[in-house]
Structures are given as structure tokens and as C-alpha cells.
């Protein structure tokens, strides 16, 4: 679709995006960027790439209506529910696109990189799945506390090398998986997890997450009657469901769009993910956006209690939305998202991702009027999160 709000053929979202990577990534990069849209936008590939949606991931999600979330919050609220896909979340609707993209290029080996192994588990899988060879970058430091996904990708036949650099955490990982493909610039394809890095992933993977809200239209449509919702919501780490949540609403401007971001434990702690609140401009993995950085362009360390949105940037086209206006930012604290996440699961008996449970915010941030109708992304499920929960609620 073709959008002010979307990439310009320059890779560019306004003054965000771009592709600002190492003399030795240009021809990998160059590569994928002269075929990607040739590759997706044939019959072939729709029909492949729309087939395994269907009968592995389970697509349609249903957009389900929550009439106790409802009744609390006297508004219409409606769950988007990526909780249903295969492997629990969202990013399998990425890395099927971009799978199908490798095999079409003819590459032999997939890289990933992943933080708390949810990207690295959904890459796994799909290696799985065409028999390719996985190998994915993941940091020492959350190799630890990850164990059980560090074990699915085991057991799914990836292979899952520590980064010990920096901090040894998500950030580390990319600058190894990174490197790792300048060295293997043949046979390697480097599946990117969001709507981040240097162009054309973040569009590549708008496309691929953007049968969200190509289903939300329809479905809203089916059980409304209208056309449009008043509000789409969604959590943003690197932003990939969010953008997916808002892709063939960005035109529809009578439809806001509302973007969630973690503060962790608030704004001015010190210990936040909140990228929009805090950033300013620079580079971060090969593109121009907001990051969090301290005086000198140092990258400042995220924290929240999810570990899928403690990203210190955010893609490109979110941070254009901001620039533009079209979208609104709020951001929610650990506290906030746990909040949700119990009542959540009290009042509609779906126990929501941490990521997830940051969206509803929206529901008290924002006056939503009785007759209106609020669409909320489910980015994932909770049964990654149990342990946290176990703790936080003496469960
Ligand atoms: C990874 C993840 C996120 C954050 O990633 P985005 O690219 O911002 O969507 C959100 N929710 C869940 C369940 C995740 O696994």
C-alpha cells in the first residue's frame, strides 16, 4: 500500500530509516532490497505465504469481543488475538515471510537474533519447517535467564551461540548476527525479528506483520456493521506488531492509532524502555530513529519488566508517526502492565503476554467516550511470563 506514512524509495519514513551500515553489509543489503518486493508480490509467494498462515500458524485470529473489559471500561473493546497463533505471539507471521524470502533467494543458512528468545524460538520453528539451518545470537546474559526458550530452540535444531560483548544482552546479539553475515554473505539469510534495522527490513516486515490489521478491516466490519474502529492499539518494543496493527489503517485518519511503550519503572527512574518519551535521533542498527542515548551517543541501557519491549529504538516508521502526529504515544509502567495483566485474565480468562497487558493502558490514559470502539492488539500469551506472574502475584 502506498502511504506518506510509508517507506519512500529512498528507504526513508520522513527523516527516519535509511540504511547506515558498514561498507562490507552494502551488497547483502543491496541484494535483498533490489528483489524483496519482486519475490513477495508474486502469485507464488501469496498463495505459499497465505497457505501457511492459514493451516500452520491458524490465521484467521479472531477479533474477539471482550464484554466484561467492555463493561469496566464502558467503551467496546475488541481483542486482536496474535495469543492464538502458532508458538504464541505475533512474530511467526515475520519470520514465514521472511523464510519463504530466503528459500526463494536460494539461502542455505537462516541467522537470527533474539532477546529473550521469543524471535529466536518463531525463527527456530520455521527453520524447522523448510529444513533449513538455524543458527541464532543470543546473549550470554539472557542465555541465562531464558532457559526454557534456549531449550525450544534446541530441541527445534537451531543452533544458539552466546554473544559475550557489551552487556551480553539483545543489543550484543544483533552486532554478532551482524557480523556473522558479512562473513557469510552467500549462503546466510538474516531474518530480523522487527520493524527495525536497516531498510528494507523494517518495510519487509511491516508488509508480512501487516495481515493484522488486513484482518481486523474485515472482521471489525462483519461484526459492527461500521467501518471503522475509533482507536487501534498496540504495544511497541522494536514495533513490529504495532505495525502491523496499523498498516492499512495509517490512511484512514479518522482511525487513531495508539502506540504503547514501556517505562518500566517510570519515565525518569533510570530504568525505562520508553524510546519516545526519552530518545532523540540517532543510528542504531543500521537506521535513523528515536533511541535512548546519553551525552556522548552512547547507547543508554533499556529495562521493563518485558523483556520483548526493552529495546533501546524504535523502527523508523514509528518514529515518522510521531513526527507526523498520526499516531498517539503512551507508555506504561511495570506496575501498570501487571495491573492489566491480572485483571485481564479476571475479567475475559485469557492470560496475556507482559507486552500485551502494556496496551491496555489506553483503556484509563485516554477518554474514550461509551459509544466508541477501541481494537487492542493481544501481541502474544502469558505462559512465557508465568514466573514473573508466579512472583509478582504469589501465585
Ligand atoms: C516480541 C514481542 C513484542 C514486541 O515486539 P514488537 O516488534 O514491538 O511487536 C510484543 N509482544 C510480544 C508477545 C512479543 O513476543
Known amino acids: 500500500m502506498s502511504s506518506k506514512y510509508n517507506v519512500d524509495e529512498q528507504g526513508m519514513y520522513g527523516r527516519f530509516g535509511g540504511a547506515w551500515i558498514p561498507e562490507m553489509l552494502q551488497p547483502n543489503i543491496d541484494n535483498l532490497k533490489n ?10 509467494f501469496q498463495k505459499e505465504y497465505l497457505e501457511l498462515l492459514k493451516d500452520y500458524v491458524g490465521r484467521p485470529t479472531p477479533l474477539y469481543y471482550a464484554k466484561r473489559l467492555s463493561e469496566k471500561y464502558n467503551t467496546h473493546v475488541y481483542l486482536k488475538r496474535e495469543d492464538l497463533n502458532h508458538t504464541g505471539a505475533h512474530k511467526i507471521n515475520n519470520t514465514i515471510g521472511q523464510i519463504l524470502v530466503a528459500r526463494k533467494m536460494g539461502k542455505k543458512r537462516i541467522i537470527a537474533e533474539t532477546g529473550a528468545g521469543q524471535h529466536g524460538v518463531a525463527t527456530a520453528t520455521v527453520c524447522a519447517l523448510m529444513g533449513l539451518k538455524c543458527v541464532v545470537y543470543m546473549g550470554a546474559l539472557d542465555i541465562e535467564r531464558q532457559a526454557p526458550n534456549v ?3 534446541k530441541m527445534l535444531g537451531a543452533e544458539v551461540k552466546a554473544a559475550t560483548s557489551g ?10 548476527a551482524l557480523r556473522d553475515w558479512i562473513c557469510n554473505p552467500e549462503d546466510t539469510f538474516y531474518i530480523i525479528g522487527s520493524v527495525v534495522g536497516p531498510h528494507p527490513y523494517p518495510d519487509m516486515v511491516a508488509r508480512f506483520q501487516s495481515i493484522i490489521s488486513k484482518e481486523i478491516k474485515v472482521q471489525f466490519k462483519e461484526k459492527t456493521g461500521s467501518e471503522y474502529p475509533d482507536y487501534v492499539v498496540a504495544c511497541v518494543g522494536g514495533g513490529s506488531n504495532a505495525a502491523g496493527t496499523f498498516y492499512h489503517f495509517l490512511d484512514d485518519e479518522q482511525v487513531k ?14 530504568e525505562t524502555a520508553a524510546t519516545i518519551a526519552l530518545g532523540d535521533v540517532g543510528i542504531i542498527h543500521g537506521s535513523k530513529t528515536f533511541l535512548m542515548q546519553d551525552e556522548d551517543g552512547q547507547i543508554v541501557e533499556p529495562y521493563s519488566i518485558s523483556a520483548g519491549l526493552d529495546y533501546p529504538g524504535i523502527g523508523p516508521q514509528h518514529a515518522h508517526l510521531k513526527d507526523t502526529d498520526r499516531a498517539i504515544f503512551l507508555d506504561a509502567t511495570d506496575q501498570e502492565a501487571l495491573d492489566f495483566a491480572l485483571e485481564i485474565t479476571r475479567l475475559e480468562g485469557i492470560i496475556p503476554a507482559m507486552e500485551s497487558a502494556h496496551a491496555f493502558v489506553v483503556l484509563t490514559k485516554l477518554n474514550i467516550a461509551p459509544n466508541q470502539s477501541v481494537v487492542i492488539t493481544m501481541s502474544g ?3 512465557k511470563d508465568m514466573s514473573t506472574y508466579m512472583k509478582r502475584f504469589n501465585l
Open 151 to 153: 531449550a525450544r530452540m
Open 167 to 176: 552487556n551480553q544482552t539483545l543489543k550484543d546479539a544483533t552486532n554478532e
Open 35 to 44: 528483489v524483496y518486493l519482486d519475490i513477495i508480490n508474486t502469485e507464488e
Open 257 to 270: 492509532l495508539v502506540a504503547v511503550e514501556a517505562s518500566g519503572l517510570g519515565i525518569n527512574s533510570g
Open 381 to 383: 500469551r502469558g505462559d
